[in-house]
């Protein structure tokens, strides 16, 4: 019996960046060779390391499929979710910035941290009165 199993992976249903992010997950357990004889398909062979037997490489094979299943929803969870990452490290950098690069206001002008357009760095005696 060989020690090799092959899977034929369509690109329809997995993405390429997909099956890359996959394997590499089972390079340490089985040597991997992808190729490409079909449009749209992608053969991988997995063949056996030293002292790994079918069994176990049938294993490799179910769990690789498990893996290439969680890469694709990776992958789709990352673009979905594409513009809020872009919009929070956009957050992150300006804030960044710091206090003596100033925040511009209406694009013109320059807001420094003395300025409390809404009263809020007033102290409540000066803004209540004491009691």
Known sequence: MEN???VIVDLNIYPLEAIYGAAYVFVDKAYIFLDSKEEE????????KEGTDFSTLEKI???FMNELLNYT???KLS?????????????????ALGREEGI???NE???EFEDDPLGIAIPWEDKYGKK
């Open 4 to 6: 090799k199993i092959k």
């Open 41 to 48: 398909k992608v053969e991988i062979n997995f063949r056996a």
């Open 61 to 63: 094979e179910g769990e």
């Open 73 to 75: 929803l990776r992958l």
């Open 79 to 95: 673009e979905t979710n594409k513009k809020i990452r872009e919009y929070v490290v956009e957050q992150a950098l300006f804030s």
């Open 104 to 106: 511009l206001k209406n």
């Open 109 to 111: 002008e320059k807001f």
